[in-house]
């Protein structure tokens, strides 16, 4: 836990305030002042970026602080594309999401540029982790999307309405997960010899690819007959992803080969 | 019996067939990377896979039939993917002497070699290569010094470490490559990897410093790769297909 006194890390808590500002904002019923925030708060999360992207003088996207920042600044325009496409409102829910990308960036990670081992000096660095990381953060929209769904009381096109969307986020992160298993394997093949190890994350991260798997072809059987079965393997699904972020990171129980820390 | 067929391959059991193999993933996730590998390399798991690669085929096959391309692609790449893995294996378990699949060299500065080596002190002779191979020189460059490093009292962190060998390949001049990590060297069908280095002495009690290189032929890789492209594309065709849907029936037919 470090606090960052730059002007990067000051960017980062004015978006984390904004986005906290917006949250608190729409629950108060003041619409119109969150909605100002989120827009605010995505400016700042842009100058954010840019100021990164000026300050090291590459573009900002070669570590996970960098590519944490980006994926802030995704959220506003993820937000706008749900209600445009879909008719939800999910502002407060990727406020919500925002600062919880925004924390690692803001406390975790250094800003200074980690030196590599030459392990991790790969091209495939950043489209593996980044490939999850975004998968992982449409993953979890796509589970908050589908809590609608868990209730008795919702209007039937209400519901489908947070049906499909869940679904459209749902399929992206899983394109995004399997984009980061095959970049994953390639990269293993490339640097230890073998694109599949056994090891206990890539065991993780193919089962949370097995339950989705498992999700859509659910989907497919039993159409939206029982949309709590849906919206709960949606969140079985998040529960695995937070398992492999925290636990199995984490734990020693399973080191193995992604342990660089 | 088409009757059972649709019903024992369609999506509802694949439903509960993928939460299965989740829960086994997650099973082969406690006892660590090398026992459970050594546990999927078992004849009875073998067999295992063998039948689910078999089954992606046929749920890939009628797929075709039902013209359901995005099903097809996936599950035909799944089948592929499972059977490369199981080629590997394969060729592993019937590796000989003069056609080895996988070991180590351990070499220092002007060091020739053919011979692959395994276990623990490398030791147990694998096999000869097709090839020979000859360590001009190895290097290891360190991140420059900074404050922390000082304050701990010790050398900067690895940057780089790299073998500049020579290849003699028969039939061919012989020549020179950089294997460094991330960047294998493929000859013959082997890939050459920089694994890892080291400091001992030699006989007489002077420093040496060693490279230890592995040698991996894996004849089921471009099957692997041709799995995964295949599956890939039809994953973009499946969320495609479920974004065009959109708006004309939440409750589409099933595959």
């Known amino acids: 836990m470090m606090v960052k006194m730059t002007v990067q890390g000051g960017l980062i808590y004015l978006t984390l305030t904004l986005f906290a500002a917006t949250v608190i904002a729409r629950r108060g019923g003041w619409r119109a002042i969150g909605n100002a925030f989120w827009g605010t708060g995505f400016v700042a999360a842009v100058a954010s970026v840019a100021w990164r992207g000026l300050h090291t003088g590459h573009p900002p996207m070669q570590n996970l602080f960098e590519f944490f920042l980006c994926m802030a600044a995704a959220l506003w325009p993820l937000s706008v594309w749900s209600r445009w496409r879909n008719g939800l409102d999910t502002t407060v829910q990727d406020a919500l999401l925002g600062m919880l990308i925004l924390v690692p960036a803001g406390f975790v990670f250094g800003e200074e540029v980690r030196r590599l081992p030459p392990a991790l000096q790969s091209a495939l660095f950043i489209p593996h982790v980044g490939s999850y990381v975004a998968g992982y953060v449409l993953l979890a929209r796509a589970a908050l999307m589908a809590l609608p769904l868990f209730r008795r009381d919702v209007a039937d096109d209400r519901m489908r309405q947070a049906e499909t969307a869940s679904r459209q986020t749902a399929v992206v992160g899983f394109v995004l997960l399997t984009l980061g298993l095959f970049l994953g394997s390639l990269w293993g093949k490339i640097c230890w010899g073998h694109y599949w190890q056994f090891d206990p994350k890539e065991m993780w991260s193919l089962a949370t690819w097995l339950v989705y798997a498992g999700y859509f072809h659910e989907r497919l059987a039993h159409g939206v007959r029982a949309p709590r079965t849906l919206a709960a393997l949606l969140w079985i699904g998040l529960l695995f992803i937070v398992l492999t972020l925290t636990w199995i990171n984490l734990s020693r129980l399973f080191a193995g080969m992604h342990n660089y820390a | ?255």
């Open chain 2, 1 to 255: 019996m088409r009757k059972l067929l649709n019903r024992w391959t369609g999506p509802a059991p694949a439903a509960w067939l993928c939460w299965a193999l989740s829960l086994g993933a997650v099973a082969l996730a406690f006892p660590g990377a090398e026992r459970a590998g050594a546990w999927m390399a078992r004849p009875v798991m073998q067999a295992g896979v063998a039948l689910l690669a078999l089954l992606f085929g046929v749920v890939g096959a009628r797929a075709v039939l039902r013209r359901r391309f995005d099903s097809a692609l996936l599950h035909v790449g799944c089948a592929c993917v499972l059977a490369g893995w199981l080629m590997g294996r394969h060729a592993v378990r019937h590796a000989s002497p003069d056609h080895p699949c996988i070991g180590s060299m351990v070499m220092v500065d002007g060091e020739e070699s053919d011979r692959l080596w395994e276990g623990p002190m490398l030791d147990r002779s694998v096999g000869r290569l097709p090839f020979s191979v000859r360590l001009e020189r190895f290097f290891v460059e360190r991140y420059a010094r900074n404050s922390d490093d000082r304050d701990a009292g010790r050398d900067a962190p690895v940057r780089e470490y790299r073998s500049r060998v020579t290849i003699t390949e028969p039939g061919r001049p012989p020549y020179v490559a950089n294997v460094r990590v991330n960047e294998p060297v493929y000859v013959r069908g082997y890939h050459i990897y920089q694994m890892s280095w080291g400091h001992s002495t030699d006989r007489l009690g002077r420093p040496i410093v060693y490279t230890v290189l592995q040698v991996i032929r894996d004849p089921g890789l471009r099957l692997v790769y041709a799995g995964f492209t295949l599956l890939f594309a039809g994953i973009l065709f499946f969320a495609w297909r479920i974004f065009r849907i959109q708006g004309t029936s939440a409750r589409e037919v099933p595959a």
